[in-house]
């Protein structure tokens, strides 16, 4: 997937996890230090965005199979719902408080830039299992589905964690330099 980290890439990604991004930061001039605070910002922004993408899909297949199991039961007769009640549904899918992966409450100032890039690598990451119709899927390929997003989002978050870590060793120095002012 091409939100991995690929190390020689010409990506915003490449470079802010490239080793080479917070080699001697106290040597790099103060105007480098903050652009490369601010690239590796915007691409956290970027990841978030794309995460939650993932997990959005995720929360509607994970829905379909509480659903079937019967954890979840529809408001309507049967197996089959109207577009109301899938609404509905989705609605309260969405807004579900007992979501088990949260973010670390990070302020970020900065909105997502590259939104159609983003979302044409979540669409393609999901495309394959048809999960824009999780009713259709058989269980076995339901199952396949949550395991294959899952394991995205886990690559994902991964790359966005080390993004973070990136972005708050280059803070950190700004601060260093506040406090020596």
Do not use: K, N, W
């Not at 909105?111 to 495309?127: I, K, W």
């Not at 999960?131 to 790359?159: F, K, M, Q, V």
């Amino acid at each position: 997937m091409t939100l991995d980290y690929r190390p020689g890439g010409r990506r915003r990604l490449d470079h802010v996890l490239d080793p080479a991004f917070c080699d001697e930061l106290a040597e790099v001039d103060e105007a480098v230090l903050r652009a490369r605070r601010d690239d590796a910002q915007q691409e956290e922004a970027d990841l978030s965005y794309v995460r939650r993408l993932l997990q959005g899909r995720l929360d509607l297949l994970e829905a379909e199979r509480a659903h079937r199991s019967g954890e979840r039961p529809s408001p309507g007769r049967g197996s089959a719902r109207s577009d109301a009640e899938l609404a509905e549904a989705l609605s309260r899918i969405l807004a579900d408080d007992t979501r088990s992966t949260r973010g670390i409450g990070r302020f970020l100032s900065v909105e997502p830039s590259r939104v159609g890039e983003h979302r044409r690598e979540a669409e393609l990451a999901v495309a394959d299992v048809r999960t824009s119709a999780p009713a259709e899927l058989s269980d076995p390929a339901l199952a396949e589905a949550i395991d294959h997003l899952r394991g995205i989002e886990h690559r994902l978050s991964t790359t966005r964690r080390r993004v973070q870590q990136v972005e708050s060793r280059l803070t950190e120095e700004l601060g260093r330099r506040l406090r020596l002012a």
